[in-house]
């Protein structure tokens, strides 16, 4: 995973919230910073998230397309605002990244997960999803747990 500070890209508020767009800055750019980390994804709702499943832990708009979050021992290599690019993850029986590679991309640190998660990242993605198969599912579960993002 390349890591990007914030100052490489500018953060953009649109639409009745604050929802994040990248945009790449000029050539003076810091390089990419490459962490691995363990990955997986959880929706927005009450049950993974909390009582305000719509906003996330920096006050952001919880967009399934943009929006990641971070176990709490990386704020300081990915605080809020960060934007990071998920290159690859290996699929494995626990790990369904190929099935789902295509709504990752790029992504915001908006949100911050639980106290006991360590070196860790949670990718925001819609509780449905038509897959490539034509069925209907939800790609969080499909994700499952990849590990060396």
């Known amino acids: 995973m390349k890591v990007r500070p914030p100052s490489v890209r500018v953060l953009m508020v649109a639409l009745l919230g604050l929802l994040f767009v990248p945009v790449i800055v000029g050539a003076d750019a810091a390089p990419a910073k490459i962490l691995k980390v363990a990955m997986t994804a959880y929706n927005?709702?009450?049950?993974?998230?909390?009582?305000?499943?719509?906003?996330?832990?920096?006050?952001?708009?919880?967009?399934?397309?943009?929006?990641?979050?971070r176990s709490q021992d990386l704020s300081?290599?990915?605080?809020?605002?960060?934007?990071?690019?998920?290159?690859?993850?290996?699929?494995?029986?626990?790990?369904?990244?190929?099935?789902?590679?295509?709504?990752?991309?790029?992504?915001v640190i908006a949100?911050?997960?639980?106290?006991?998660?360590?070196?860790?990242?949670?990718i925001l993605l819609p509780q449905k999803k038509i897959m490539a198969d034509g069925t209907i599912a939800n790609p969080a579960r499909i994700l499952g747990l990849c590990r060396g993002v």
């Open 44 to 69: 927005a709702v009450e049950e993974q998230t909390s009582s305000h499943p719509n906003i996330t832990a920096s006050g952001a708009f919880s967009n399934p397309n943009i929006v990641a979050a």
């Open 76 to 107: 300081a290599e990915l605080p809020f605002g960060t934007v990071i690019e998920i290159d690859s993850a290996s699929s494995s029986a626990a790990c369904g990244y190929g099935a789902v590679s295509k709504n990752i991309g790029l992504r």
């Open 111 to 122: 949100d911050v997960m639980n106290a006991k998660m360590r070196n860790k990242i949670d």
